[in-house]
């Protein structure tokens, strides 16, 4: 009988768990794709994230016409953005004498100059000027510039030749320094200049690191260079955008405060909080409340049991953070947000100051990463997102560092698919809900017509030893 039980339970585990449609996930939602087959990349969006039921997202698929789970994989995040130009900002340039005695002589005499900077003296160098020897050349032998205005800085230094200067073509080498004594090589590079076209066709941009103090713009022995002045352009690093926020709902705990659950299939970042009201500062304990399963009391040490009440599955993940909005002089400044070390299943935020705070709760944000995936299309289409699915195991999987392009490992050159309108998917939630309430029904008869066979083949069974007992007594 405990054969036959078995069997009959293992057939409706089979019927229950047979391959995944898109009707067995509780969102789904058409896609739009530039090509009809080939691998694409996605972004599902933060309505589709919340339907998932695991933080790796395991229960996410795409389906084609035919119902079937396409090959699929995480892509990479995207590469950081551009970097951005700051202004111009003027470089002050002197020439050098073209005699080395002479030019050591100027350079000698600056580096005194300088020295005396440390007594508040102001070192400057003047366009043709700072030293009788430094004064404007026909044909100089090198340039110093004050780069002290870029300490720290990184980016273009560009040179700039006068109106008039004749063509030029050579390789300089740009030296640094930091009390014009020591140099250091800090650059070099093809320096040209080219009218034959009409227009002038410059090269002249170098890239600089760090700038130190000064530097010395040097050339083999020939013709020299006539530069009028130098720019330096900062390369700033872009911002990035600011990440997506999803509001939490809060609901009062009965152990005190509000308590939010929180979407596993959300990448959060950062929760954010705001206070309920203007002008208004209050001390917040955040406890965290995670999924782990209860040890079996068979295995409890005897320090547990002999507690009588059970331990709370709360436990403090972030003690006293401060929630303001404040008016300072016309601008309202806000708290900023927190970070937690763990991923929780849950949140409570309990008012610790004041003490017997009995208003509104804060409102809760929940700042999270945008998710990319690609997807292998196959037709025939159209295509869906289907996600939302409890116990759910991944789907049919891509190794997606293969297929990228050596010049493109984020995949940001993949032809995009994007969700239909959200109206569609709205409309499709109630037939969702109720394909599955009918799904939940169809599988709690399975279930029950599975126990009332179990029950009927054990009456049987033990009808048929009954049957056998009269027998033997009456042949007694």
């Known amino acids: 009988m405990r054969r036959i039980a078995a069997m009959t339970v293992l057939a409706s585990s089979v019927a229950l768990g047979s391959t995944l449609t898109p009707e067995d996930f509780e969102y789904r939602i058409a896609l739009t794709t530039e090509r009809p087959e080939g691998l694409h990349s996605l972004e599902p969006g933060e309505r589709a994230l919340r339907f998932s039921s695991a933080p790796d997202l395991r229960d996410l698929r795409v389906f084609n016409a035919n119902g079937e789970a396409l090959p699929m994989a995480t892509l990479p995040p995207l590469a950081p953005a551009a970097v951005e130009r700051g202004p111009v900002i003027a470089v002050r340039i002197v020439p050098l004498p073209p005699a080395p005695q002479a030019r050591d002589r100027v350079l000698a005499d600056f580096a005194l100059r300088l020295e005396r900077d440390g007594r508040h003296t102001v070192l400057e160098l003047h366009p043709g000027g700072g030293s009788e020897a430094a004064a404007a050349l026909p044909d100089p032998g090198g340039y110093l510039m004050d780069l002290r205005p870029l300490k720290d800085k990184v980016g273009e230094l560009s040179l700039q030749f006068a109106a008039t200067a004749p063509d030029y073509a050579g390789q300089i080498e740009i030296l640094g320094s930091d009390d014009l004594v020591g140099w250091r090589r800090i650059g070099d590079g093809p320096l040209a200049r080219n009218r034959s076209l009409g227009d002038a066709v410059e090269r002249a941009t170098f890239d600089l690191v760090r700038p130190t103090a000064f530097a010395r713009i040097s050339w083999p022995s020939g013709a020299a260079p006539q530069l009028a002045g130098a720019g330096f352009v900062e390369r700033l690093p872009a911002i990035p955008p600011p990440l997506p926020r999803a509001s939490l709902t809060l609901v009062a705990s009965g152990e005190g405060g509000w308590t939010a659950d929180l979407p596993p299939g959300l990448p959060m970042t950062r929760i954010v909080l705001h206070a309920p009201q203007t002008n208004q500062s209050l001390r917040v304990n955040i406890h965290c409340r995670t999924d782990q399963p209860a040890r079996d009391a068979r295995v409890r040490h005897l320090r547990e049991l002999a507690v009588r009440e059970a331990p ?165």
């Open 312 to 476: 709370s599955p709360w436990s403090l993940c972030l003690p006293g953070v401060e929630v303001y909005k404040v008016d300072r002089d016309g601008h309202w400044i806000e708290n900023a947000p927190v970070a937690l070390q763990q991923r929780p299943a849950q949140l409570r935020l309990e008012v610790v100051d004041p003490k017997d705070y009995s208003g509104t709760p804060p409102a809760v944000e929940l700042e999270w990463a945008p998710v990319r995936i690609a997807f292998l299309a196959r037709a025939p289409g159209p295509f869906r997102l289907a996600v939302g699915r409890t116990g759910a195991d991944y789907g049919p999987r891509l190794d997606i560092a293969a297929l990228l392009a050596s010049d493109d490992r984020s995949g940001a050159k993949l032809p995009a698919a994007r969700i239909a309108r959200e109206k569609e998917g709205a409309a499709g939630g109630a037939a969702q809900g109720k394909a599955r309430s009918a799904d939940i029904d169809l599988r709690w008869r399975i279930a029950l017509w599975s126990a009332l066979l179990v029950a009927v083949l054990a009456l049987a069974g033990m009808a048929w030893r009954l049957a056998r007992r009269m027998s033997a007594s009456d042949e007694r």
